[in-house]
């Protein structure tokens, strides 16, 4: 135990590991329950440190198993500590916040101020991940506060350098200034080791903007404390951040021997979390010098490497406390994009540029993949691969319109047939998002008309250029990818000056470039699942239309119904399990998150998450006769939040059905139930019918109703996968 922790200390987490597993199973060889706590705590905190998280949690919860026969207050406040910070970095806010102040109670009770000052980091990490920076900020100013009164000067150091780096997200350099030379003196008394080195490199990225000559002092001492400890992948970071410094200061052939050397050592070393950062700054000094290809080359190695660590990256590290995952990992994808459009400007070729667009479009799709999969912690493209086909020339009568939303651009790709044509609006991201935000807001104030404004604005960017285009090739369907805050809105509502789009164009959104199962919806005999909830629950009020709603569809295709009480997860599993259902229609309140724990639908008795309706649909995923439509047909969604409109453009996918319907807002519940009805009717009757026009027809036959012409009443259906 002694040398592990000696180990630990002079940063060699492993060797630390193999010591104290040796002790762990000494202990369960004496039966001392007391001794392989101590010992699997110290294992599950190494993990941690290591950015193992799957194993620590494994570790921490053997170390639970024993709290019964212990007795130990303080030994379950251990756990409920390194808990805490597991449930942060693994994206689990709402039991992290649970276990947080479940642990500041027992804390205060048993007056630890050590564990108490661990916690408030574990809540300033929290609050920074929600975006909560002001609390963030309290939280460690009180755990460094804390942490100095116990003399733990590595925690002290550690929240000092989280709070500068929160100083830094709210542009208050000058604090990111005092709670960095406040970290330099608690970081100087810990023993050279891994974590006194990763301290000092959080410090001098906090420096950088505000004092980037000291920052730059920080990392040469920090190289040649790393070179002589043998610390490569220490030195590969400080190596970096001073090609960083040196192309900032537009030193270029000094950053490029900075990166080039750093990159050298992260690849001999094999470290990809590493070795993507230094390609990626490689490829951004090629481009400054005017080298396309060569920067091209390193855009395309630096992803490559990428791939082998983004989930595990989206889960952060101990010190690491901002940014989204779009911020953070989102501009290596569009870079590349960039730098393959900017080649096709350049290329005279007609083929090559199809080529190059093409390759743009694919990078921006796997960064939308990415996004998925951090949405929803898991790999979920793999799961749909081998049943999906391109959407491109499925249909010689749909235009599938790819945005890509640039800082100072947007890019439209448009696909008809196989052929690939690029449109640039020259709108800043900046108008854009205000643009769509506005329009948004306005677009669900039923009382007035402000909407029209935003509606024929966004018309004249994104469509009005490529109407001739789609006259010309008779196109009636348009499929929209949508990107950034263009996932928060429903185009069908933008209009020309005459009519809104959805009176020319049947519409349906598509989350990326491939579909699952690519063929109209099959009519003979769909069995149908009517499921919903009329009554309040859970704070959200009734919605008396739903019984009226299940009741048509009833009427159309004989299903099954689940209402109010009966509406609850057993009933849900067990008829997914027994019956073929091909249509799932959901009148409930669903409620979109951040991400897929904090997406709830709501049925009679719980509030189920992403991952929970997922196993409820998951044994539909590859039967003969699959789910071929599930529709959710009440939803609340943030009007500014894309990242939780991602949750929606998810369900499909993740849930497994080939299509769903689901609502940007809530809707009124008379529109909601004719809009259903007709929707159904429409695909009911025409068996040639496709999903897009089906709804088309419903929503303009609501316009044409003089009670729900705003399109507050109607815009909001979206029609997500598989349109056909």
Not at 250 to 264: C, K, M, N, P, S
Not at 607 to 617: R, T
Not at 666 to 672: E, K, L, W
Request: aromatic share 8%; charged share 25%.
């Amino acid at each position: 135990m002694n040398r592990g922790a000696t180990e630990m200390r002079n940063g060699r987490a492993a060797a630390a590991i193999a010591n104290w597993e040796q002790a762990e199973s000494i202990y369960g060889q004496a039966g001392s329950a007391n001794g392989r706590f101590d010992s699997l705590i110290n294992l599950a905190n190494a993990d941690e440190s290591l950015g193992k998280f799957d194993q620590a949690q494994q570790r921490v919860d053997q170390a639970a198993l024993l709290l019964p026969e212990l007795h130990s207050p303080v030994r379950q406040l251990t756990v409920l500590v390194i808990r805490a910070d597991l449930d942060v970095f693994m994206h689990r806010y709402s039991d992290a916040e649970d276990v947080i102040g479940q642990g500041l109670a027992l804390s205060q009770q048993l007056r630890l101020k050590d564990a108490e000052a661990r916690l408030q980091n574990a809540l300033g990490n929290l609050c920074v991940r929600r975006e909560q920076y002001a609390a963030a900020m309290n939280a460690y100013k009180t755990s460094a506060s804390m942490a100095g009164e116990c003399g733990d000067h590595v925690l002290r150091a550690r929240a000092l350098t989280n709070g500068a780096t929160v100083a830094e997200l709210m542009h208050d350099s000058a604090r990111a200034v005092q709670f960095s030379h406040e970290a330099l003196p608690e970081i100087a008394t810990m023993g050279m080791g891994r974590e006194k080195l990763t301290l000092l490199l959080s410090v001098g990225q906090n420096l950088e903007s505000p004092l980037p000559a000291e920052a730059e002092k920080i990392y040469e001492q920090v190289a040649a404390d790393a070179a002589a400890v043998g610390d490569q992948e220490s030195l590969s970071y400080a190596l970096g951040y001073q090609g960083r410094l040196c192309f900032s200061a537009g030193r270029r052939d000094e950053a490029l021997r900075f990166t080039r050397r750093a990159a050298f050592i992260a690849q001999s070393i094999e470290s990809p979390q590493a070795l993507y950062r230094w390609q990626w700054q490689t490829g951004r000094i090629l481009a400054a010098q005017g080298n396309l290809d060569g920067a091209i080359a390193a855009y395309e190695d630096a992803i490559t490497a990428l791939e082998t660590v983004r989930l595990d990256l989206t889960l952060g590290n101990g010190n690491s406390t901002g940014g989204s995952f779009r911020q953070n990992i989102g501009p290596i994808y569009y870079e590349l994009a960039d730098l393959l459009l900017r080649r096709a400007d350049k290329q005279a070729d007609s083929e090559k540029k199809q080529v190059l667009f093409g390759r743009a479009r694919q990078v921006v799709e796997a960064l939308k993949s990415a996004q998925l999969e951090d949405y929803f912690q898991d790999r979920c493209e793999g799961l749909i691969k081998a049943r999906s086909r391109p959407i491109g020339g499925i249909d010689p009568h749909t235009a599938v319109i790819y945005f890509i939303c640039f800082s100072d651009r947007t890019e439209m790709l448009i696909n008809i047939g196989n052929q690939i044509t690029r449109f640039t609006v020259k709108i800043d991201s900046g108008r854009l998002r205000d643009q769509v935000l506005e329009f948004r807001e306005n677009l669900e104030d039923r009382t007035t008309r402000h909407y029209l404004r935003n509606a024929q604005t966004l018309y004249d960017w994104l469509l009005r250029p490529i109407e001739p285009m789609l006259h010309q090739n008779k196109i009636d369907t348009l499929v929209f990818v949508p990107d950034g805050p263009l996932r928060t809105i429903p185009l069908a509502a933008l209009h020309d000056g005459d009519d809104f789009l959805i009176a020319r164009y049947a519409i349906a959104v598509s989350p990326g470039l491939t579909l699952m199962d690519p063929w109209p919806i099959q009519h003979r005999r769909p069995l149908v699942l009517e499921a919903g909830l009329s009554k309040a629950r859970f704070g959200f009020p009734p919605l008396t239309f739903v019984p009226q709603e299940l009741s048509g569809l009833k009427q159309l295709y004989s299903g099954h119904e689940l209402l109010d009480e009966s509406f609850v997860e057993y009933n849900l599993r067990k008829e997914l399990l027994d019956k073929d259902y091909t249509i799932v229609h959901i009148a409930s309140h669903v409620e979109f998150g951040s991400n897929a724990q904090s997406t709830y639908l709501i049925t009679y008795h719980e509030k189920l998450n992403l991952d929970e309706i997922e196993s409820l649909i998951l044994p539909t995923r590859f039967r003969d006769r699959p789910l071929e439509l599930l529709t959710l047909s009440c939803c609340n969604t943030a009007a500014d939040d894309d990242r939780s409109a991602q949750g929606m453009a998810g369900v499909a996918i993740q849930a497994g059905a080939r299509s769903a319907v689901a609502t940007l807002w809530p809707i009124n519940d008379v529109a909601a139930s004719l809009l259903i009805e007709d929707f159904y009717a429409a695909l009911h009757n025409d068996p040639n019918i496709s999903k897009a026009k089906a709804m088309q027809h419903a929503q303009l036959k609501l316009l044409q109703d003089r009670r729900f012409r705003h399109p507050e009443y109607w815009a909001p259906y979206l029609v997500i996968g598989n349109w056909l």
